[in-house]
Nanobody, 125 residues
């Protein structure tokens, strides 16, 4: 069982940065690949990126590649989403999710076993 809690959301102007964190409970955090998803009003949940359980590789959606960076600290059971050059279209609720030994790739939400409650990110123009 893995419990996830996101933090760090808020309101930022276009071009600005935000850093989201996801704290995980459980002693097996280092066995889970950690993904980030987002969901805007009236839209489906969208894959943002994922980091391998070991931290050695990542995969990003084209829409955020070069602007967002995922990192993790297995000693502290945390994963971070650094978001730079934010755009109004990045506005959404952001979720972290865990998947046991999932190789990084553009997999949908059904491949993830555990989810956080989400944190709101709003980018004003």
């Amino acid at each position: 069982q893995v419990q996830l809690v996101e933090s760090g959301g808020g309101l930022v102007q276009a071009g600005g940065s935000l850093r989201l964190s996801c704290a995980a409970s459980g002693r097996t955090f280092s066995s889970y690949s950690m993904g980030w998803f987002r969901q805007a009003p009236w839209k489906e949940r969208e894959f943002v990126g994922v980091i391998k359980w070991s931290g050695e590789s990542t995969y990003y959606a084209d829409s955020v590649k070069g602007r967002f960076t995922i990192s993790r600290d297995n000693a502290k059971n945390t994963v971070t989403l650094q978001m730079n050059s934010l755009k109004p279209e990045d506005t959404a609720v952001y979720y972290c999710a865990a998947s046991f030994r999932l190789l990084p790739g553009p997999y949908g939400a059904t491949r993830y076993d555990y989810w956080g409650q989400g944190t709101q990110v709003t980018v004003s123009s």
